[in-house]
């Protein structure tokens, strides 16, 4: 188990700040690929309906 410390320097740089950030990173990067993932999939679905929309006005 780690042990905050009160001395800043070592609190910024230490194991235990590594690993907190690095846990909030990660965090931040899975939101963004799963909204990246949602808006991709909007994209596909509306291009979809775009292609149906096309093909119905050429018959």
Do not use: C, P, W
Not at 45 to 54: D, H, P, R, S
């Amino acid at each position: 188990m780690m042990i905050a410390t009160f001395d800043m320097e070592t609190a910024r740089h230490g194991d235990v700040y590594r690993a907190a950030r690095l846990a909030m990173l990660t965090q931040q990067v899975m939101r963004h690929i799963e909204r990246t993932d949602a808006s991709a999939q909007n994209v596909e679905q509306m291009l979809a309906t775009l292609a149906e929309a096309n093909a119905l006005v050429r018959r």
